[in-house]
Structure formats: structure tokens, C-alpha cells
């Protein structure tokens, strides 16, 4: 019996368009889900989506570099501007609060905090920092630059070092509320309470590491972009040292330019999410060392490239990536030997956090191989400095695939709420 060569090719046609389809609903599956929960942001799932890059958001491969590597376009200006209206006002009640979680809960936690100050007229406790562990406690200034806050936050909402003397703590009510607190929340829930108490104390829950901008047309609060994007600065010890950690491994990529890839690979979590398939073809929740290395080098990454890792130790499961990409580091591996003592070497892990924070902030790529609050703040820190290639892993089907095909939602359909506050 003859074959008809046009059969043929139309089969393969179908299949290939039932593989691209899957996967293409694989990603926008990423995107639509979000989870509902309460305060453990690692269970949402990625807002991937394989989409074309628009309005040049990504320029050109660079030419005269080893890889795939992208420019970075320019760095945006904060669109905010403060009214007469949202200037700071006096007044005799103090919101306090503090900062948990680590660095990307911070970014969260203080705008809340801020946003709920202005509203109710209150002046603002600079907060302590609490780790997991019952006992973990740092001041703002181990790790923040108080005076950045305090100046850039002036003309919005008074911030005190430390609750008065007189204030007892028997008289501030704690007031739970939702990220991404509005104003019509706060007149409606919180500010009978603070009228009743006189000072309140806030914690901040998560019912979502939704960070895409709101509907079209809604106007974001400026005092809220000012919060989030310029009121935390590391302070000048800790961030000399995420300078010198950046350089090195800047020195260890010559061969591409000085170019490196954070990416948020934690084994522990990693382990207890199980990385499990989610029904989609090619879409999982997190990605693991060996399918990390495997999608980096079929978007064209070679062997000489320069990896940096936020698993604090080095763990066995990570000799694959070791393996294919032997320049892949933890931060015990860059940090110079004078400063392990302080910042590796204690049970408190907050320094680390913020290293990895503002390293993968910096990184000529990210790739968030777990999906979560970290993921969703950083890219908005790299929105903010111009550097969009966000690389959100899938399982590629064939030997190769272009790196703008993997670029984060985030950035590729510009839906962050970081384009709401800058342009």
C-alpha cells in the first residue's frame, strides 16, 4: 500500500500543534492559578507563560558574548508623585509592626504598615526583624539603612525609632490585614479600632503572592510605590558585602562579560513540595538541579557560565548542575573568609535571605525554579533596575529552545504592579 506523503505531513503537523498547545496551557495555567493561603507563600504556583516578548521589553542577543544572554533595557523612573494631600499629618496614636519572613515578606510588610499609618494619621514604630525561630530577633539597622527610611518616608508618615515610654503595651490592639492593604480596608476595619485603642499593632497576612497590577484603569496609591520600592536600603555594611559577592562572581564570568544567573533553588523546600506534576503537560510546581541544568543549557547556556544558588549549603542533588555548569556557587563559596563568622555562621539565617534577595535582584538573569513571594518581589526589584530577563523554567521539548519564549509574565505582558509604579 502507498503512503501519501501529504498524509504524513500533516500528521506530524497535528502533533506538533497538540505539543505546543499543551505546553502553551501548561504556562498560562501558571498564570491564571492563584492559590489561596495563609502566610505560606511557597505553595503558589509560578504565573509562567511561554509569550512572545512585546514593545521591546528584551533588546537583542548581545554580540561578541558566550550564551544567550540579553541586555538589560534602561532603567525606569518612579511615575509617583505626592500630593498635598498624601503629606504626613500629626497625630497621638503609633502603629508598630514587624518585619518576619524574610526580605521579600519585608517589601510586603512595610508598605503595608506604611499604608496603614498615612491613612489613619499615625506615626510609625521602626520595627524590630524576627526570624522562624522563636528567639530570632535583629534590629532594623542590622540590616536596613534606618536614616533612608526615615527620610524617604517623612513627607508621607512620621517613623519613630521606639515606642514612647509612656505608650503600654496592654494598649495597643494587634490588627490582622490583607497585602496589598487599601484604603477602603483600612477606613472600614481598622479605623474604628485605632479610634477605640489609640495604637495598634499590625500583622500582615497573605491570601495571595498575587503582584500583578490591578484592573485597568485603577490608579495605584503613590504612598504605596514609595513604600515598596524606596524605603528599604541595605545598610552600609551588609550591602558592601553583597557588592563584593556580586564582583566575584562578575570575576569568575570573563568569558561572558562579566554575566551571571541567580537562580532560587532550595533542596529543603524542594523536598517537601515533592515537585509534582500539576496535570499539564510539561508544567510542574518547582524544578530541581538536574532539570534546571537541562533547560539552561537548551536555551543555549554553555558549560563556562557562571551560576549562583540560594541553597545556603552545598547538597549532593546539586552535583548534576555542578556537573554541567561546574562554575555554580553557594554563598559559602563566594562570601570572603573575614565575614563568614557573622553572616554564615549563626543560627538566625535573615542575613543570608537578604543576600540572596539582593543578589538574585541584581543577577543578569534570574530563574526562580520554586515559585512564591520570592519570585514575585524580585522580579519587581529587577523591573525597577531595568533587568527583565526572568527565566521561568518548563520542561523543552527537543534539544533547544529561545530564552524569550521562557521571559516572566510578569515582564513579557509588563502586568507586575512595579509598571504601576514606575515608567
Not at 514593545?55 to 544572554?69: I, N, Q, S, Y
Not at 526583624?129 to 534606618?146: A, N, W
Amino acid at each position: 500500500m502507498g503512503v501519501d506523503l501529504r498524509q504524513v505531513v500533516a500528521g506530524i503537523l497535528t502533533i506538533t500543534m497538540f505539543v505546543m498547545l499543551g505546553q502553551m496551557l501548561h504556562r498560562d495555567y501558571f498564570d491564571a492559578v492563584q492559590e489561596k493561603v495563609q502566610g505560606d507563600a511557597h505553595d503558589i504556583e509560578f504565573h509562567g507563560s511561554k509569550v512572545a516578548v512585546e514593545d521591546g521589553l528584551v533588546r537583542a542577543f548581545e554580540a561578541g558574548t558566550k550564551g544567550p544572554w540579553m541586555e538589560d533595557s534602561h532603567e525606569l523612573k518612579p511615575c509617583w508623585s505626592i500630593s498635598q494631600s498624601d503629606e504626613a499629618v500629626s497625630s497621638k496614636g503609633y502603629v508598630t509592626f514587624s518585619l518576619t519572613n524574610g526580605p521579600e515578606y519585608h517589601v510586603s510588610q512595610i508598605t503595608d504598615a506604611v499604608m496603614v499609618a498615612k491613612h489613619l494619621g499615625a506615626t510609625l514604630v521602626l520595627p524590630d526583624i524576627r526570624g522562624s525561630k522563636p528567639g530570632d530577633e535583629m534590629k532594623f539597622e542590622d540590616i536596613y539603612d534606618v536614616d533612608k527610611l526615615i527620610k524617604t518616608l517623612e513627607s508621607v508618615v512620621k517613623v519613630v525609632r521606639k515606642l514612647p515610654s509612656h505608650v503600654s503595651l496592654r494598649d495597643i490592639a494587634i490588627v490582622k490585614v490583607p497585602t496589598r492593604v487599601a484604603e477602603d480596608y483600612i477606613k472600614e476595619h481598622i479605623d474604628p479600632i485605632f479610634k477605640s485603642k489609640g495604637n495598634i499593632r499590625v500583622t500582615t497576612y497573605f491570601p495571595s503572592v498575587n503582584l500583578r497590577k490591578s484592573s485597568q484603569g485603577a490608579e495605584t496609591d503613590p504612598v504605596s510605590c514609595l513604600a515598596m520600592f524606596g524605603s528599604l536600603e541595605l545598610q552600609p555594611a551588609v550591602n558592601e558585602l553583597v557588592e563584593s559577592m556580586i564582583q566575584r562572581l562578575k570575576t569568575h564570568s570573563k568569558k561572558s562579560g562579566g554575566r551571571f544567573i541567580a537562580i532560587d533553588l532550595r533542596v529543603e523546600i524542594l523536598e517537601k513540595k515533592n515537585c509534582h506534576e500539576t496535570g499539564a503537560v510539561g508544567s510542574k510546581t518547582c524544578y530541581n538541579a538536574q532539570e534546571i541544568a537541562l533547560f539552561l543549557r537548551k536555551l543555549g547556556f554553555d558549560s563556562d557560565t557562571t551560576i549562583y544558588l540560594t541553597q545556603p549549603r552545598w547538597e549532593s542533588s546539586l552535583n548534576i548542575l555542578k556537573d554541567i555548569f561546574p562554575k555554580t556557587y553557594t554563598k559559602e563559596a563566594i562570601m570572603p573568609s573575614d565575614k563568614k563568622t557573622k553572616y554564615l555562621e549563626l543560627e538566625n539565617s535573615e542575613y543570608e535571605n537578604v543576600i540572596d534577595f539582593y543578589i538574585s535582584s541584581r543577577s543578569d538573569v534570574f530563574v526562580p525554579a520554586i515559585p512564591g513571594l520570592f519570585y514575585a518581589n524580585t522580579v519587581g526589584k529587577r523591573i525597577a533596575l531595568g533587568k527583565p530577563q526572568v527565566l521561568v523554567p518548563a520542561e523543552i521539548s527537543g534539544t533547544s529552545g529561545l530564552p524569550a519564549n521562557y521571559i516572566s509574565p510578569y515582564i513579557s505582558k509588563k502586568n507586575h504592579l512595579a509598571y504601576s509604579c514606575f515608567c
